[in-house]
């Protein structure tokens, strides 16, 4: 997590300083600091369907034409604004694994045809939920799952999870990945698939679709792994006659750093259409990151510039409770002043306000002069932010706003 960066490599049109002022979708992120206060995630609804409009371009363009469809994976992100701008759209479904996600769906005004669900480890409670929506196709993760749920709805079609005993995230990130050499719980392993078909034959489910979803952050370099992925899956796929949908999960990236290139999707759409183009199966995807993690921005205030020993800190007002990922799974979230000050640049670590050593948000970053009551935006706070916040050490008040 540690590197100096003395370019705007994270600079676009939507996203730059003008002036030496930050402008993020139009509007300058000290003055929206000023009227919302900090801490608080501010999203450009602009940015997140053009990124939605990208992927379903590179789907088109690779050939699918009319067989594909994106759903939000909705635990990225469930800011009830953003989610009914998305159903505005017309172009995204939602992702759910949990039944509360899917009664939250349903209240942004999504319809149960339009949410795919796969989760795993259900209560009978959960299942009780699922049962008041018989619309949604549940994508079984487990051989608990096709029991139980055949006990619940025989007759009716299911997809399974299953577990190519390969994953792929970003830079080699053994922590974003949901499969490999060490066993995980997702998905169903190609030693159990035998005995997952009959109990689909047992209850009259008719299989017609396979899921796999094996890491998250991926970027160009890793596709090449995730070409693999697709190859060992095949075999599972070729099990299953009434197959008519492959579902390939999400875990397409965004650039962290600067050394990042953003995710080629014709090399991406290209790996698909080598698979399946020539096919009938439909072609389903459940990006989260890539639809709205560089669509989000965290503004904080800076509340200490102090040195101890031969490090500079700089203390914000909030900590890792609000955004988890650079201490628990070491992704960059790299701080940008809202105001470019005059001086010379300092190298600092930047943390926040829980007492606890993991609350690191960038170690030695090189950074314009900072004074206390400054606004730091912390870029790729769209996604895996707010929805998993805490209240540890009882700050986790933030506000979200939906910039149109």
């Avoid at 890491?215 to 009434?242: K, M, N």
């Avoid at 096919?279 to 995807?285: A, D, G, K, P």
Wanted: charged residues 20%.
């Amino acid at each position: 997590m540690s590197i100096a960066v003395s370019t705007d490599w994270w600079a676009r049109p939507d996203l730059a300083f003008q002036k030496d002022n930050l402008i993020f979708a139009g509007r300058g992120v000290n003055e929206m600091a000023s009227q919302f206060g900090t801490p608080t995630f501010v999203y450009s609804g602009k940015r997140i369907i053009d990124n939605a409009s990208r992927l379903h371009d590179a789907l088109s363009n690779a050939g699918f034409a009319d067989r594909f469809r994106i759903y939000f994976a909705m635990k990225a992100n469930r800011f009830a604004p953003l989610l009914t701008h998305l159903k505005s759209s017309g172009m995204l479904g939602i992702d759910a694994c949990s039944p509360n996600e899917v009664e939250h769906a349903i209240s942004c005004g999504f319809r149960e045809d339009e949410i795919s669900f796969t989760a795993g480890s259900l209560s009978n409670r959960d299942y009780q939920k699922l049962g008041r929506f018989p619309g949604i196709r549940v994508n079984c993760d487990s051989l608990s799952t096709i029991r139980r749920l055949g006990e619940l709805r025989a007759g009716t079609a299911i997809g399974i999870r299953v577990n190519p005993a390969i994953g792929v995230g970003r830079a080699e990130n053994d922590k974003l990945h949901y499969a490999g050499h060490q066993t995980t719980k997702f998905g169903i392993y190609r030693e159990q698939f035998d005995q997952a078909l009959d109990l689909a034959g047992k209850f009259d489910l008719t299989i017609e679709t396979i899921h796999f979803h094996t890491g998250c952050g991926y970027l160009t370099p890793q596709l090449d792994r995730w070409d693999e992925i697709i190859q060992r899956a095949r075999w599972f796929i070729e099990q299953v006659p009434s197959l008519q949908t492959i579902n390939v999960g999400g875990g397409l990236g965004v650039p962290h750093v600067n050394s990042d290139q953003p995710l080629d999707l014709a090399h991406w759409s290209g790996v698909l259409a080598n698979h399946f183009l020539d096919s009938n199966l439909t072609i389903e995807v459940e990006p989260g990151d890539y639809l709205v993690k560089d669509s989000g921005l965290l503004l904080l205030s800076v509340t200490t510039v102090e040195q101890k020993q031969s490090t500079t800190f700089v203390g914000l007002d909030a900590g890792f409770n609000l955004a988890v990922e650079p201490a628990v799974y070491g992704l960059p979230f790299e701080p940008v002043p809202a105001v470019r000050n005059a001086g010379q640049s300092q190298t600092v670590t930047v943390h926040g306000n829980i007492n606890e050593a993991l609350d690191i948000w960038y170690r030695d970053i090189e950074l314009p002069p900072l004074n206390e009551g400054d606004i730091v935006a912390l870029i790729n706070a769209g996604a895996y932010s707010s929805s998993m916040a805490s209240n540890h050490c009882m700050r986790g008040e933030f506000k979200e706003m939906l910039l149109l």
